[in-house]
């Protein structure tokens, strides 16, 4: 069964950095596609980045381009995202998702297995 695990989640401020953790277990991976989104209170989930985890390649919604980075440890099987530079409206809960097709976009549907979230908190 697949499993999902984010970590890192926490209060930062403005400006601050955050790496937030996927610990992915109950298959391999290596065929996957892994993406984050997030859902800030009284919105819909949003696309944040995603990858294919055989060549790492990631792709990033606008918002964050520049700031967020994705990237996986194969030895782990585990999904980072680091974010600098974080404002105020990166506030939400982020969740982490592996898609079996291996083809990394930004659509949720695409996505067959979700984790619980983690709560990234970024004050002004």
């Known amino acids: 069964q697949v499993q999902l695990v984010e970590s890192g989640g926490g209060l930062v401020q403005a400006g601050g950095s955050l790496r937030l953790s996927c610990a992915a277990s109950g298959r391999t991976f290596s065929s996957y596609a892994m993406g984050w989104f997030r859902q800030a209170p009284g919105k819909e989930r949003e696309f944040v980045a995603a990858?294919?985890?055989?060549?790492?390649?990631?792709y990033y919604a606008d918002s964050v381009k520049g700031r967020f980075s994705i990237s996986r440890d194969n030895a782990n099987n585990t999904v980072y995202l680091s974010m600098n530079t974080l404002k105020p409206e990166d506030t939400a809960v982020y969740y982490c998702a592996a898609g079996k097709w291996g083809t990394a976009t930004g659509e949720m549907n695409d996505y067959d297995y979700w984790g619980q979230g983690t709560q990234v908190t970024v004050s002004s």
């Open positions: 990858l294919t985890w055989r060549d790492g390649r990631g």
